[in-house]
């Protein structure tokens, strides 16, 4: 059975940290290219972080380059999502995807709350 667990989501002042982790389990996991999403109340989804199956290549979305990191433990099964210098509109329930080629695998989300 294929499972994507996100952990570390909570609520954190403007300008904190939080890691996000996202543990595979039921797929070959190093098999797979790794995203996070987020998707904010009354907004779409949006892709945040990309991460190839070696994680020799990551990408980023405009709002997060430079603040968020995506990295992944292929021998964890995991991977990761560091967020520093948090911004109020970063306040979103945050996903992680696996995919390759056509096939997708979704979390249930975390929920991050940035708040003064």
């Known amino acids: 059975q294929v499972q994507l667990v996100e952990s570390g989501g909570g609520l954190v002042q403007p300008g904190g940290s939080l890691r996000l982790s996202c543990a595979a389990s039921?797929?070959?996991?190093?098999?797979?290219?790794m995203n996070w999403y987020r998707q904010a109340p009354g907004k779409e989804r949006e892709l945040v972080a990309t991460?190839?199956?070696?994680?020799?290549?990551?990408t980023y979305a405009d709002s997060v380059k430079g603040r968020f990191t995506i990295s992944r433990d292929n021998a964890k099964n995991t991977v990761y999502l560091q967020m520093n210098s948090l911004q109020l509109e970063d306040t979103a329930v945050y996903y992680c995807r696996a995919q390759r080629g056509g096939r997708y695998y979704w979390g249930q989300g975390t929920q991050v709350t940035v708040s003064s």
């Open positions: 039921g797929f070959t996991f190093s098999a797979y290219a």
């Open positions: 991460i190839t199956t070696t994680g020799g290549t990551t």
